[in-house]
Structure formats: structure tokens, C-alpha cells
């Protein structure tokens, strides 16, 4: 049986990232075109707590699809973690009659969700926002799309320079422990050699590569280094590959936060009024405790116990492969 839901709220939580806006957007507005009160929550888990909850009209996210970021802003709260944390974020939920809540973000904000839904019984749909891609059950996270292009569009700059002086540049991409960002970029802007987190190389395979690269007349070389891989960030693999391998003059980059700004890519602000859009239809369905993604082409849902749990190894093997072959 549908449920009687009059009210919901969205927020954005944790790491921020391009499409976040789309998404709000899309939740609002589907809401209200079910004649559903919405609301939104300033700085995520936070607002909650300190009751920084607004209503939301359609006119309240105009012009807002192109911006990066979130108008709602977003914050690390370490209050929610807590029993009394949690509890005083329901009694606002509850004083507003608010019976249906989306969360916009990553794994932490997912944990949240599922402490938070599980306590109080409120009704959650949670949509995965994060650069890092690394939720089990979407294939893209809002705001990886449009990280990889920001990469892509430093490399290419990069490339310029390094090519006009035979330099080997060792550039450093956001992800701990996902190296998607890297992988993809990698063969978007045609790196030589990519290092990532889920994967051992050793730092003899690296410096072959770039010996039959140089030997081969290659004028220039580059390296993509995720920010976890276990040799150290790009800084500490070019001074160890540097004392073994001095054919360039070799140069760092580290790209860090430009990575998360942004206009968002179609392909983003699209996900995010999908996602937005099913995140209302699953509520107004009587679904809880969900995440939507993006499975082939397909919204899908997957309980978020089990995005959180499953393991989300999400490197595609046949890149993987071309890093090798299409960089000779
Ligand atoms: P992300 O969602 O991008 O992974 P964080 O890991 O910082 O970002 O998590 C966002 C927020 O989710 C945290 O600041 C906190 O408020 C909440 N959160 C994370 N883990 C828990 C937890 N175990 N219990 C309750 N809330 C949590």
C-alpha cells in the first residue's frame, strides 16, 4: 500500500560534488509536481541538528542545474554520530511533520542514513554524490563524470608544457581509495603510465615503461598518480622513479580540490535528475532505506545496507589493459 507522505527533506552531506545541484533540483521539483511540501536541510546532518531546515518552492532552485557545488551546502558532522545527535535531528524532522527524507552523498553519509533510518523508522532514499565513484550499486556517482573532465582539461594543458620541454610530469588525482578517477583519465588525455590503489605496480614496471617510451623518441612523458596508491602521492613516486630514471627533467602536479568544482558535464547534471526524480517516485512508492543508481542504463535500486557492504571494485578491465598497449 503507498504510504501518505506530505513532507520530505533533501540534503547534501560530506564530500561535495558537480551534479549535486541537478539533483536537488530534480528532488524538489518532482516532489512538488506530486503536490508533496518539500524542504531542504542546510549543511547536511548539521542542519538537522541545529534545525537549519527551509521550505523549498519550485522557483528556490532556478538556475541552479549548471552550478557545481550545493546551494544547500554541505558539512562533515561528527554530533550525528552520536545518540543525542540523532535524536535531536529527529524531533526537528518530527515538529515539521517531516515524514520522508533523501540524502545526497558518499559512503559516511550513506552510514548516517542507515543508522538514522533504522532508529526512528523515517523513510529514506539515499542517492550516491561523490567524485570517487566507489558506492556499490551505481555504476556513476554524481560528479565523477565531470571530475574526470577537469582532470582531463588540466593534462592537456599539462601535456603542452611538457612536451615543449621534454619533461616527465607525475600528476596527482583525488581518490583514496578508488583510483577510477585516475584510470579513466588516464586513457581520456593518454597517459603514459597510471598508478592506482586497487592495483600493484612496481616501481620496475613503471620505470621500464618510461625507458621504452624514452628509447622509443617519446618527448615527453606523463603519470598519473592516485592520491592512495601505496608508494605515496605523486610527490614521493617521482623523487624514487627521479633516483633511478633521470632521462626528463621531471615535474609534480598535484590537481586536489579544483577536482570537485565545476560546471557539471551533461552527462552529471542528467544522473542527477534521474536520480532525483526516482529518489521521489521510490518514496511516494512506499520504499525506505534505498540508494537509486545508475546499472547500465537503468535506474536501479539497492538497499543501502548492501551498497554499503558489498565490495565495489569498479576498474574496468579492458582499460586497465589499454593503459599498457595504447601508451607504447
Ligand atoms: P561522505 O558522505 O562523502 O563519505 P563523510 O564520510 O564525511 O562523507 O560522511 C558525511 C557525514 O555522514 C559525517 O560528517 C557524519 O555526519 C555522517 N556519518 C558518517 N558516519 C556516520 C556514522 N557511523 N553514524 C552516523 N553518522 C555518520
Known amino acids: 500500500m503507498k504510504p501518505n507522505i506530505k513532507n520530505i527533506a533533501v540534503l547534501t552531506s560530506g564530500g561535495d560534488a558537480p551534479?549535486?545541484?541537478?539533483?536537488?533540483r530534480a528532488v524538489v521539483r518532482t516532489g512538488i509536481y506530486n503536490g508533496i511540501n518539500m524542504f531542504g536541510v542546510l549543511q547536511g546532518y548539521q542542519g538537522l541538528i541545529s534545525n537549519n531546515i527551509i521550505p523549498m518552492d519550485a522557483r528556490s532552485v532556478s538556475n541552479i542545474i549548471h552550478l557545481g557545488g550545493t546551494i544547500l551546502k554541505t558539512a562533515r558532522c561528527l554530533e550525528f554520530k552520536t545518540e543525542e545527535g540523532m535524536e535531536l535531528a529527529f524531533q526537528n524532522l518530527k515538529a515539521r511533520d517531516i515524514d520522508g527524507l533523501v540524502v545526497i552523498g558518499?559512503?559516511?553519509?550513506f552510514t548516517g542514513a542507515q543508522r538514522f533510518?533504522?532508529?526512528?523508522?523515517i523513510r529514506v532514499i539515499g542517492i550516491p554524490g561523490t567524485i570517487d565513484n566507489d558506492l556499490y550499486g551505481s555504476d556513476f556517482t554524481l560528479g565523477y563524470d565531470t571530475a574526470i573532465n577537469t582532470v582531463i582539461e588540466a593534462i592537456d594543458k599539462i601535456r603542452d608544457t611538457a612536451d615543449s620541454h621534454d619533461r616527465l610530469f607525475f600528476i596527482e588525482v583525488m581518490g583514496r581509495d578508488s583510483g577510477c578517477i585516475a584510470l579513466r583519465s588516464a586513457i581520456a588525455s593518454g597517459a603514459e603510465a597510471v598508478l592506482l590503489p586497487e592495483k600493484e605496480t612496481s616501481l620496475d614496471e613503471l620505470i621500464s615503461q618510461l625507458e621504452v617510451g624514452a628509447?622509443?623518441?617519446k618527448s615527453s612523458s606523463i603519470v598519473i598518480v592516485s592520491e592512495g596508491h601505496k608508494d605515496g602521492g605523486a610527490y614521493d613516486v617521482a623523487k624514487k622513479v627521479k633516483e633511478r630514471f633521470n632521462h626528463y627533467d621531471t615535474k609534480v602536479t598535484i590537481l586536489g580540490h579544483l577536482q570537485r568544482g565545476g560546471s557539471p558535464s551533461s552527462f552529471d547534471r542528467i544522473l542527477g535528475s534521474r536520480l532525483g526524480f526516482a529518489a521521489i517516485n521510490e518514496l511516494l512508492k512506499g520504499s525506505t532505506m534505498q540508494m537509486v543508481g545508475l546499472?547500465?542504463?537503468d535506474v536501479k535500486t539497492t538497499s543501502i545496507d548492501e551498497a554499503l557492504t558489498r565490495h565495489t571494485f569498479k576498474l574496468e578491465s579492458d582499460l586497465l589493459e589499454m593503459t599498457?598497449?595504447?601508451s607504447i
Not at 551534479?19 to 536537488?24: D, E, K, P, V
Not at 558518499?106 to 553519509?109: E, M, Q, R
Open 19 to 24: 551534479g549535486m545541484n541537478a539533483c536537488i
Open 106 to 109: 558518499g559512503d559516511g553519509t
Open 117 to 121: 533510518g533504522k532508529k526512528f523508522g
Open 215 to 217: 628509447s622509443t623518441k
Open 295 to 297: 546499472r547500465g542504463n
Open 324 to 326: 599498457k598497449v595504447l
